[in-house]
């Protein structure tokens, strides 16, 4: 499930593995026309686009038949409001994956 953002930017929901959490940004298709080719964005050039999320998210992977969905992870157990992996966040993170 996708919900809107400004400027129609579609952010999925989180899912997740036993090492990191994920999410994909659909930015509208003309969009990557701003777009570097062919390397990951930094946090810097994805949020001058307007990408808004919590801290700790890394552009990882270029889908590239589709350049405008933007594949974003962090580690589990990363806080939101700092973007470093809080050890307790982590403990939790795991267990819950385990159940």
């Known amino acids: 499930m996708c919900f809107r953002m400004p400027r129609d930017i579609e952010y999925s929901?989180?899912?997740s593995d036993s090492k990191y959490e994920y999410r994909h940004v659909i930015l509208p298709k003309e969009m990557t026309k701003q777009m570097p080719k062919g390397?990951?964005?930094?946090e810097k050039e994805w949020r001058?686009?307007?990408v808004q999320q919590s801290r700790?998210?890394?552009h990882y992977e270029i889908h590239k038949p589709e350049p405008h969905i933007l594949l974003?992870?962090?580690?589990l157990g990363t806080d939101p409001r700092t973007g470093k992996v809080d050890s307790s966040l982590l403990k939790a993170a795991l267990s819950k994956?385990?159940?």
């Open 56 to 58: 700790g998210w890394a």
């Open 97 to 99: 994956s385990k159940n």
């Open 72 to 75: 974003f992870r962090r580690p």
């Open 48 to 50: 001058e686009l307007g």
């Open 13 to 15: 929901e989180k899912y």
């Open 39 to 42: 390397r990951l964005l930094t």
